[in-house]
Every structure is written in structure tokens, then in C-alpha cells.
């Protein structure tokens, strides 16, 4: 599949290197690039090629060339970019977690369905194959109905206090962080949004949550727990059971294969669909088929992870300098 359409990026980070090199893939190249600092932007233009680099971050907003842009700054810088993207006509696919909380993302919400355009968070795990040929086996019901979703997600990072992970004015944090793939996996497989939440958080010295757990009951009374945390490693394994067995994904969110262990006889069925290194290719394409098709984002999922998200921090009464204005 060829690239269709002019694509964009506000930042030049890791993302943006994947970006550039799904593009490439794919036949094609990053129409042009904006960055916080133009230095940093022109030196990524020309590691890849990108004859396009804007000297201030909102010019990229009224280039009538630009068709969609990817933003992959820190967190609380996505609600600024996001609103003038989405005013200005401009497609967009933003890094998770897509804003803040709830109130920013029903605003930017708003503001794409006012202005006609796709708004997609760039949640991995939507658009890998793996994923897609899963929910293909749990739709059929061989399976049976689903019972219980456990999910651990825990990084090992430097304790370091200035870190990014545990700024406060960076948007720090497990939950943002790392929370909100675990949650992306529950809500995926689960029939409802949940609608019972329980949490426990441990803080960092700077105020955000470096652990914390959540029990999760949606109506139907299916279950899931997740684990984070950013100071203890933990195998990147999510566990789904279900009436007549169970499926264990590794290394999500970028998985590529999964486990299925059937109850009845303990035999297990290996599936393996796409592969872990074109995890931006296949976001490229779904949100290429999404402007062309109106192809689904799962844009309601994002929703109600925010939504579990924005209540837990409600509940630990942790909040953001930009929230505290």
C-alpha cells in the first residue's frame, strides 16, 4: 500500500524516526517535519531526506500541502498542537496518551468532528495484525465468554528525579505512560467499558504515580487487573481467560504472537500474524484507510481509557500544573 497522502511530524524523537522509516516502506517520505528546535528538525530532514522543515512549529498548521500530521511531543504539549491541527483541517494521528484527560480529548474530539477531519491516538496495539486476528478468534466464541483480563506492565527506569518519566511538568508518570497500553489491551477484549473501578497508587518523591494497580468490572461482570510501574521491571504479558480458555499476548504492545490454552484438554494453538518492526506501518495505513473510508480507530476506546485514567488520578488527587490553572 502506497502512501496516499502528505504526512507531517511535530517532533523528531524515536516516533518520528519510525514514522519517517514506515513512510519509506512504504514507498514514500515525510512530506516535511516541525520541531521545537529548528536545528534538531533540519538534521532529521537530512538523515531522511525531507525537503520541507519549518523554522516555527505553526507554520506546519497552515501549509495547504500537509494532510496529516503525526505529533509525538511530550504529553502536555498535545492539546496545543492538537487544536490548531484540528481547526486548520489538518488529519491527525497523536502519541499516546493523546491529551491529558478527559475534558482535552472531548474538546479535541469536537473540534474534528466540527472540522470534518480524522483524529486517531497512535495506540499500537489497534492496528497490529496480531491484535486484529484475535479479536477475530474472541468474536466467533469458540472461546466462550470472557472472564477474567490480568495485564503487567512494569519498566525499569533510572531513579532519577529529573528523568521525564517522573516530571510533573513533563506529564510523568506511570499511568500516561505505560498505563494507558494496559489499558488500551483491556478495553480492546472486553464487551463494555468498565464501569466499577478500584485503585491504589504509590507515589515517586516528585508527586507522580510511580506504581499503581486497578481492578476494573464492567456490566457484563467481566474483570481485569492491571500492574504498573516504573521502577520494577515486569514481563510484558497480558493474560485473557475466557470460559473455555485462555490467551496469553507477549510482549504487547508490539506483539507478534500469543498463546491460546484451551480448557477442556490443556492443548495449546500458537498464533502469530504480522511482525513487531512495521508496528508504525500498519498505524500508517489504518489511518490512510480511516481518511479515505471513514475505516474505524477505535476513537470510543480512547475515550474510555482517558476516562479511566482521568477518574484514577481524580481519585489519588494528582494533578498537573497545566490542570491546576
Not at 511531543?73 to 493523546?98: D, F, M, W
Not at 486497578?214 to 475466557?242: C, D, W, Y
Request: proline share 3%.
Amino acid at each position: 500500500m502506497a502512501v496516499k497522502y502528505n504526512w507531517a511530524t511535530i517532533g523528531t524523537g524515536v516516533i518520528g524516526h519510525q514514522l519517517a522509516e514506515a513512510l519509506q516502506k512504504q514507498g514514500g517520505n515525510l512530506y516535511s517535519v516541525a520541531n521545537r528546535t529548528y536545528e534538531k528538525g533540519v538534521a532529521f530532514a537530512k538523515e531522511y531526506g525531507i525537503e520541507k522543515v519549518y523554522k516555527e512549529i505553526d507554520e506546519v498548521f497552515t501549509d495547504p500541502n500537509v494532510d496529516v500530521i503525526y505529533i509525538s511531543t511530550p504529553h502536555n504539549t498535545h492539546i496545543q498542537y492538537l487544536r490548531k491541527a484540528l481547526k486548520a483541517g489538518k488529519h491527525v494521528l497523536c502519541e499516546k496518551s493523546i491529551t491529558l484527560n478527559s475534558d482535552e480529548l472531548d474538546e479535541a474530539i469536537a473540534l474534528a468532528e466540527d472540522n470534518h477531519v480524522v483524529l486517531a491516538e497512535a495506540m499500537t496495539l489497534f492496528h497490529m495484525p496480531l491484535y486484529k486476528k484475535l479479536h477475530e478468534i474472541v468474536a466467533s466464541g469458540r472461546l466462550g465468554p470472557l472472564r477474567l483480563i490480568q495485564m503487567n506492565f512494569g519498566s525499569y527506569k533510572d531513579y532519577n528525579m529529573k528523568n521525564r518519566f517522573f516530571s510533573r511538568e513533563l506529564a510523568g508518570g506511570a499511568m500516561l505512560d505505560i498505563g494507558v497500553y494496559a489499558l488500551s489491551f483491556v478495553r480492546f477484549f472486553m464487551s463494555s467499558t468498565p464501569t466499577h473501578i478500584q485503585t491504589q497508587v504509590k507515589f515517586a518523591p516528585t508527586g507522580v504515580d510511580e506504581m499503581a494497580s486497578l481492578l476494573l468490572q464492567n456490566k457484563e461482570e467481566e474483570m481485569a487487573t492491571v500492574i504498573l510501574s516504573l521502577h520494577a521491571k515486569q514481563p510484558k504479558r497480558g493474560t485473557i481467560a475466557f470460559d473455555q480458555g485462555y490467551i496469553e499476548v507477549y510482549e504487547y504492545p508490539r506483539g507478534e504472537k500469543a498463546v491460546i490454552t484451551y480448557t477442556n484438554d490443556g492443548h495449546q494453538e500458537v498464533i502469530e500474524a504480522g511482525d513487531t518492526n512495521d508496528a508504525l506501518v500498519y498505524e500508517v495505513q489504518d489511518m490512510e484507510k480511516a481518511i479515505d473510508e471513514g475505516y474505524d480507530m477505535h476513537l470510543d476506546y480512547t475515550r474510555d481509557v482517558m476516562k479511566i485514567m482521568t477518574y484514577a488520578r481524580e481519585e489519588w488527587h494528582m494533578k498537573y500544573p497545566e490542570e491546576e490553572a
